[in-house]
């Protein structure tokens, strides 16, 4: 069983920075994906940004631009740098990776974006 642990969440004005970071109980080299996701209140959990072991990465389109995914295997980490953030961006911000048909999500971590 994989272990995620999110940290980095909090309570930032409009505009501002965060820098969220997730670390693995095991070697990332084996996981296919990892990514991050966010859960608004009465929302579905949706995909904010990916990295896949060949090194692309992807983005919603709500954060292109704004959001960067990076990862460090010697750390077993990935991380999610935000910027300009946007009260829309207010969540619970999840990492999850994939690894063949599996699935591991960490405990999640609050991002409220408020003034």
């Known amino acids: 069983q994989v272990q995620l642990v999110e940290s980095g969440g909090g309570l930032v004005q409009p505009g501002g920075s965060l820098r969220l970071s997730c670390t693995a109980s095991?070697?990332?080299?084996?996981?296919?994906?990892m990514g991050w996701y966010r859960q608004a209140p009465g929302k579905q959990r949706d995909l904010v940004a990916v990295?896949?072991?060949?090194?692309?990465?992807d983005y919603a389109d709500s954060v292109k631009g704004r959001f960067t995914i990076s990862r460090d295997n010697a750390k077993n980490a990935v991380y999610l740098q935000m910027s300009s953030l946007k009260p829309e961006d207010t969540a619970v911000y999840y990492c999850?990776?994939?690894?063949?048909?599996?699935?591991?999500w960490g405990q999640g971590t609050q991002v409220t974006v408020s003034s």
């Open positions: 095991e070697s990332i080299f084996s996981f296919n994906t």
């Open positions: 999850n990776v994939r690894r063949g048909v599996f699935r591991y």
């Open positions: 990295s896949t072991g060949g090194g692309s990465t």
